[in-house]
């Protein structure tokens, strides 16, 4: 079991930056692929980015691309999501999640999940 506890969503101006963090407690957090996902009202969820369980590895969101990073501190049990030059359309619900499996972008491969955390970006 894996408990997951996302912080650092707020309000931001277009063309701010955001760094989100989740905090992963429970069964060992380097073994697990680390994934953060969004969800705007009446949209479906959708893949942002994920990081390999050594870290050296990432894949992102077309939609995110070149502009937010994905990073985890194994020694601290967390990742970290840096989301740079935000836009109105990035306005959602962040979530953190952990898989055991790579290079899988649907929310049905990934077992844990956060509370998530709100990101509301004015234009």
């Known amino acids: 079991q894996v408990q997951l506890v996302e912080s650092g969503g707020r309000l931001v101006q277009a063309g701010g930056s955001l760094r989100l963090s989740c905090a992963a407690s429970g069964r060992i957090f380097s073994s697990y692929v680390m994934g953060w996902f969004r969800q705007a009202p009446g949209k479906e969820r959708e893949f942002v980015a994920s990081?390999?369980?050594?870290?050296?590895?990432?894949l992102y969101g077309d939609s995110v691309k070149g502009r937010f990073t994905i990073s985890r501190d194994n020694t601290k049990n967390t990742v970290y999501l840096q989301m740079n030059s935000l836009r109105p359309e990035d306005t959602a619900v962040y979530y953190c999640?952990?898989?055991?499996?790579?290079?899988?972008?649907?929310?049905?491969?990934?077992?844990?999940w956060g509370q998530g955390t709100q990101v509301t970006v004015s234009s």
């Open positions: 999640a952990a898989s055991t499996y790579w290079g899988v972008t649907s929310s049905t491969s990934y077992n844990y």
């Open positions: 990081i390999s369980q050594s870290g050296r590895t990432t």
